[in-house]
């Protein structure tokens, strides 16, 4: 079993930047991909970012393609969101999700609760 934990959320004017941790827990933390996915109100949950089991491959949406940068520390069973030249846009709840490696929210295995990002103008 997995645990995840969000944290660094913030409201932040556009253009700033943020930084989001996703901290886990369980023995087998290390061995997942893990993925970054937001969702916005009245929206579906959308892919963000991906990240290997080792950060050896990353993938992101194209949204955040140059903006966003995915890192995981495994010694640290923990995974990074790195926010930049944040929009208005970028505005929702961002979750980080334990699994196997994809965009699709179907193929990660463990979630964590959430942090609200709010971007203003």
């Known amino acids: 079993q997995v645990h995840l934990g969000e944290s660094g959320g913030g409201l932040v004017q556009a253009g700033g930047s943020l930084r989001l941790s996703c901290a886990a827990s369980?023995?087998?933390?290390?061995?997942?991909?893990r993925g970054w996915f937001r969702q916005a109100p009245g929206k579906e949950r959308a892919f963000v970012a991906a990240v290997t089991w080792n950060g050896g491959t990353t993938h992101y949406a194209d949204s955040v393609k140059g903006r966003f940068t995915i890192s995981r520390d495994n010694a640290k069973n923990t995974v990074y969101l790195q926010m930049n030249s944040l929009k208005l846009e970028d505005t929702a709840v961002y979750y980080c999700?334990?699994?196997?490696?994809?965009?699709?929210?179907?193929?990660?295995?463990?979630w964590g609760h959430g942090t609200q990002v709010t971007v203003s103008s």
């Open positions: 999700a334990a699994g196997d490696w994809g965009t699709s929210p179907n193929v990660y295995n463990y």
């Open positions: 369980g023995r087998t933390a290390s061995s997942y991909a």
